[in-house]
């Protein structure tokens, strides 16, 4: 084993707790919560199979109907919601690990069908330009109202409860989702941030949602479960970061300013994360405070295998890496990586939506043996 392998299976203080390896579970959208978003079987299932990651972190999760992104999402919203997530809560703890929750506003990226007949609600009225899923299939992503300066305490609060409701069901600790072309990742980029007010115009403006969600979250829960995710450069669903002085001093200015918080982790999506120049800054920013942990992963466009974890511990900038396909396929891809076995492969057709085929159905190493 090489010594870059080695250090992908030591443990890692990561807030309040202790991780038994670096590898962990990134947010993979499976749509197999129905119309209702409670949790099931299914889930209990899927997630407690792959506790032998560091840390596994759930769907996407929203907070309020208001904010579902796409069909078959799990919600955090009601009792019967909670209980759903409980159950998966009590059985990844029954196998020994660790599940924080990640909660998203899907902002533009929504539809009336999804949201009992309203419009998608963001910080200003620009369409995105791609196409969403409804409970009756593909469609253009609508153009979304605006939100109000007086709404923005509303969906401060939706986080907030929802974390509580989290914490609750037995779920560790929360991830802010401010990623991928979703509602706070929308707020922080000119591109779909036209706000007059005090939420948009000026990098302080932009980033004064995304810093009042989290600082709300880390107050209700501590900030010692509250991670949060970011893929800046991403450009996708119609978030464009392409101007590179601009992008750097958002992410920065927010990171700085998070980082008196002490939040257990950041999570950065980015393709160059080993060695572009804008990763290698927010690292430092996030590490700051000495406290905080660093979680990267590829790129969205490139699956995290084990040759690309190694690389990314190897950079010194990655604190545990955040690993998403192949622990699709893979439940015991841990053990599978640390004594080279073989892989089993992902099935994308079954990536999004319906039952235990390509959910719960990947073989453990023994199993397929």
Do not use: C
């Not at 989702?177 to 990742?185: F, I």
């Not at 996030?286 to 690389?311: H, P, Q, W």
């Not at 992902?346 to 990947?362: C, I, S």
Request: proline fraction near 5%; avoid cysteine; aromatic fraction near 6%.
């Amino acid at each position: 084993m090489s010594q870059s392998s080695a250090a992908l299976f030591q443990p890692l203080e990561l807030g309040r707790y202790q991780l038994h390896n670096r590898v962990t579970m990134a947010a993979l959208t499976r749509q197999r919560a129905g119309r209702s978003g409670i949790p099931n079987d299914l889930h209990v299932e899927y997630y407690s199979q792959r506790a032998s990651a560091g840390l596994v972190v759930t769907e996407g999760t929203f907070p309020a109907v208001s904010s579902r992104a796409f069909p078959g999402q799990a919600g955090i919203e009601t009792q019967e919601q909670q209980d759903g997530w409980q159950r998966v809560a009590e059985q990844v703890h029954h196998n020994n690990g660790l599940i924080f929750m990640q909660i998203m506003h899907g902002g533009r990226m929504s539809h009336p069908d999804l949201l009992g007949g309203k419009q998608p609600e963001a910080p200003s009225a620009l369409a995105s330009g791609s196409a969403v899923h409804t409970f009756e299939g593909k469609a253009e992503a609508p153009v979304p109202r605006a939100l109000e300066t007086e709404e923005i305490p509303r969906i401060v609060e939706e986080f907030r409860a929802a974390a509580r409701r989290a914490v609750d069901a037995g779920i560790d600790g929360v991830e802010i989702h401010g990623a991928n072309g979703y509602l706070l990742h929308e707020f922080l980029s000119p591109g779909s941030n036209h706000r007059t007010d005090e939420f948009g115009g000026s990098v302080n403006n932009r980033i004064k949602l995304p810093e009042m969600v989290i600082r709300a979250v880390a107050e209700e829960i501590g900030a010692d479960r509250v991670g949060v995710r970011f893929s800046p450069e991403h450009n996708v669903q119609g978030v464009l970061e392409t101007d590179p002085e601009v992008t750097r001093e958002t992410y920065l200015a927010l990171l700085n300013n998070l980082a008196k918080l002490n939040l257990a982790y950041v999570s950065v999506l980015h393709k160059d994360s080993t060695s572009g120049e804008l990763i290698g800054k927010m690292v430092e920013a996030i590490r700051s405070n000495g406290t905080t942990k660093t979680l990267l992963n590829t790129g969205f466009g490139t699956i995290t295998d084990l040759d690309g974890a190694e690389k990314l511990m190897d950079s010194g900038r990655a604190d545990a890496v955040s690993v998403g396909r192949q622990l699709i396929a893979n439940p015991d891809l841990v053990r599978r990586w640390k004594d080279g076995l073989e892989l089993n492969e992902p099935n994308a057709e079954t990536f999004y939506g319906g039952e235990e085929v390509g959910y719960t159905d990947y073989p453990f190493a023994d199993e397929s043996a």
